[in-house]
């Protein structure tokens, strides 16, 4: 790679980093590009703003997730429901590694942005369909399976996911613990979308 990339790479990681641990605005541009060693006039080589910067964090942020379950489900050989709830399983274990610090960077930005930042609005749109587009294609693979019901669309199965995962992980850092997340994956993926 560049060097060029490298640095925007390195930047939108401290930014995934320090966006979850203080929110948006909570971070400087100055606290970005210190933790890096940019100079800050370079920042915009790379960024036309810092609500650009926070756009771009959220594709970055969700990139891995939707990466990790994709192939999770390409590797499943015929049962998703194991690899969804091997997705969900690792990410409930390392919330508790983290001690529930975090969550989930969209979420944290819902509630911070969204009335704010008509581009991190869109950001996370998009990025919460992806997120619901792949959970919706591990459910129809269930449905085809035998494993998951067929009387609800794979869709609405996937839309009512994303919902109450996004509410649990929100209780979880009010709670501090990962009782909403279990509650969550049981009911619905162990429960009421079963076959």
Request: hydrophobic share 35%; glycine share 8%; proline share 2%.
């Amino acid at each position: 790679m560049k060097q060029k990339q490298i640095n925007k790479q390195n930047l939108l990681d401290e930014g995934v980093a320090l966006l979850m641990r203080q929110g948006y605005h909570g971070t400087g541009l100055k606290e970005i590009l210190d933790a890096v060693s940019i100079p800050k006039g370079s920042f915009y080589n790379y960024f036309g703003s810092k609500e650009h910067f926070a756009a771009e964090v959220i594709i970055h942020y969700i990139t891995p997730y939707l990466n990790q379950l994709t192939d999770y489900l390409n590797e499943s050989q015929g049962n998703a429901v194991d690899a969804l709830t091997r997705y969900i399983q690792e990410s409930i274990a390392e919330l508790e590694r983290t001690d529930f610090k975090g969550g989930c960077l969209l979420g944290n930005l819902m509630g911070e942005l969204s009335d704010t930042s008509d581009l991190c609005r869109i950001a996370l749109k998009h990025a919460l369909s992806d997120y619901r587009n792949v959970w919706e294609i591990g459910l129809r693979q269930g449905q085809e399976e035998g494993r998951i019901r067929k009387d609800k669309s794979a869709g609405e199965m996937a839309d009512l996911w994303v919902n109450a995962w996004q509410g649990a992980l929100l209780r979880m850092k009010i709670e501090q613990s990962t009782l909403p997340l279990t509650q969550c994956y049981t009911q619905l993926l162990g429960d009421f979308f079963k076959a």
